[in-house]
C-alpha cells in the first residue's frame, strides 16, 4: 500500500508539474501581440512592419489631416481622422504592401509570419 | 541683396518687390501659410465640383481636405501663441494670383479645365514646397511655428507627387 499510494503521490507530482509547464507562457506558443503604425507626416512608420499570424495592428493618426489603410481585397480602414486609430487583427501569412488611397504616394507593407 | 521676402515672390512667379522689403516676421508668416492654403482650398472647391476627370475631382476634394486641415493646426497655435497673422506684400499677391487662376478656372471647361487646373496644382505645390524651405522655415522665429511647417513639409511634398501622378493619368507627361 505504501508503495502503491507513493507511486500515485509521485504522478500527481508528475501531473502538477506537467500542468505548470504547459500552462505557463511560451510553452502553448506565442501570446497575441499588438503593434503600432504611426502615421505622422504622410508616412506610415514603421514603413516594414513583421509580425506573427494572430497579431494585431493599431495605425494611429497622428497627422493634421485624414488617412486610410488599405490593402485591396485584404484590409481596408477606411477613413482615420486626425487623432482616430484603426486595429485589425492579421491571420493569413504573407506579405501585404497597402497605400493611403487618400494619399497614393503613402506605402507601406506588413509581413505576416 | 536678396531678402527671404524676395526670394518667396520671386519663387511664386511674382514681382518682387522693393529691397526695402525685410526679412518675414512670425505675423507675416502665418499669414502666408493660411493664405496659401486658403488659395489652394479654393481652387480645389472649384475642381471638385467642375472637373471633368474623376480623379481630379478626387484630387481637388483631397486639397480642400488637407489645406484645411492644415489651416485649422495653423490657427490653434498662432491662437494659443497670440501671434496674429500680418498680411504683407506677399500673402496679397498670393490671394491676388489665386483669384486671378480661378477667374481663368472658371471660363474653361472639360478636359482644358482638368489639364489647367492640375498644371497649376504641380508648379504651385513646387514653389509652395520652394518657399517653405528658403523663405518661412528659416525665417520662424518661434519654435513651435517652424515645427509646425517642418511637420506640414511632407504634405506638400506628396501633394505634388500625387498632383504629377493625376497629371500623367491624363495623359500628359
Known amino acids: 500500500m505504501g508503495d502503491a499510494r507513493r507511486a500515485l503521490s509521485r504522478l500527481a507530482v508528475l ?17 497575441p501581440a ?12 514603421p514603413a516594414t512592419l513583421t509580425v506573427s499570424s494572430g497579431d494585431t495592428i493599431t495605425w494611429v493618426n497622428k497627422d493634421m489631416f485624414p488617412h486610410t489603410a ?11 481622422a486626425p487623432g ?3 486595429s485589425h487583427r492579421l491571420s493569413s501569412p504573407g506579405e501585404f504592401p497597402y497605400l493611403c488611397t487618400l494619399h497614393p504616394p503613402m506605402r507601406g507593407t506588413i509581413r505576416v509570419e | ?18 529691397a526695402a522689403a525685410q526679412t518675414l516676421s512670425d505675423p507675416q ?30 484630387f481637388g476634394a483631397q486639397m480642400v481636405t488637407d489645406h484645411e486641415g492644415v489651416n485649422k493646426s495653423a490657427v490653434a497655435l498662432v491662437t494659443r501663441l497670440k501671434v496674429t497673422p500680418e498680411e504683407n506684400a506677399t500673402s496679397r499677391s498670393l490671394k491676388a ?6 477667374a481663368r478656372l472658371q471660363a474653361l471647361e472639360g478636359a482644358a479645365f482638368d489639364q489647367v487646373y492640375i498644371d497649376r496644382e504641380v508648379a504651385y505645390h513646387e514653389q509652395v514646397l520652394e518657399a517653405i524651405d528658403k523663405a518661412l522655415i528659416p525665417n520662424a ?3 513651435e511655428l517652424r515645427a509646425l511647417l517642418v511637420k506640414v513639409r511632407p504634405a506638400f511634398v506628396a501633394h505634388l507627387e500625387h498632383a504629377k501622378m493625376v497629371r500623367s493619368s491624363l495623359g500628359k507627361d
Open chain 2, 97 to 102: 494670383d489665386g483669384d486671378k487662376h480661378l
Open chain 1, 70 to 80: 488599405t490593402a485591396t481585397g485584404r484590409f481596408d480602414s477606411t477613413v482615420i
Open chain 1, 34 to 45: 499588438t503593434h503600432t503604425v504611426t502615421i505622422e507626416a504622410m508616412q506610415f512608420t
Open chain 1, 84 to 86: 482616430e486609430s484603426w
Open chain 2, 141 to 143: 522665429k518661434n519654435d
Open chain 2, 1 to 18: 541683396m536678396k531678402t527671404a521676402a524676395m526670394v518667396l515672390a520671386a519663387g511664386l512667379g511674382l514681382a518682387p518687390f522693393p
Open chain 1, 15 to 31: 501531473g502538477g508539474l506537467l500542468s505548470a509547464v504547459t500552462c505557463g507562457r511560451g510553452a502553448a506558443g506565442p501570446q
Open chain 2, 29 to 58: 508668416i502665418a499669414a502666408i501659410v493660411v493664405t496659401a492654403n486658403q488659395v489652394d482650398i479654393d481652387a480645389g472647391r472649384l475642381a471638385q465640383k467642375r472637373g471633368s476627370n474623376a480623379d481630379i475631382r478626387k
